[in-house]
C-alpha cells in the first residue's frame, strides 16, 4: 500500500502514536495503485472498485444506515442509494 511514513530506530512509542496519527489522517496516494492499472484494466473498471470499495467501507462505518454512510462520501443520500441499486 506504500510507506506513509518513516521512523528513525531507535522507535520512541510517542513516535510511533503521532506517525499512525498523521497517516490516518491524510487520504491514501491511490497514484502507484492506479498507475498499475493503466494498460492492465479500463477506467471504468477501477472507477467501478474504486466506488464500490468506498460504499461498501461507509456503510460499514455508518452500521448499515444509508444516511451517515452518505455523509461519510460526501453525497446525498439519493445519490447513495442511486449507486446501491445499480448493483443490484
Do not use: C, W, Y
Not at 511514513?5 to 502507484?32: C, N, Q, T, V, Y
Not at 492499472?37 to 462505518?61: F, H, K, P
Amino acid at each position: 500500500m506504500g510507506v506513509r511514513s518513516f521512523l528513525a530506530k531507535p522507535l520512541r512509542l510517542e513516535e510511533l502514536d503521532r506517525a499512525i496519527d498523521d497517516a490516518l489522517a491524510r487520504p491514501p496516494d491511490l497514484r502507484p495503485q492506479v498507475r498499475a492499472a493503466v494498460g492492465q484494466t479500463s477506467i471504468q473498471e477501477v472507477e467501478e472498485q474504486v466506488r464500490t470499495i468506498m460504499v461498501d467501507e461507509a456503510l460499514a462505518r455508518a452500521g448499515g444506515g444509508r444516511r451517515k454512510a452518505a455523509q461519510l462520501l460526501n453525497i446525498s443520500r439519493q445519490l447513495l442509494q442511486h449507486i446501491l441499486r445499480r448493483r443490484s
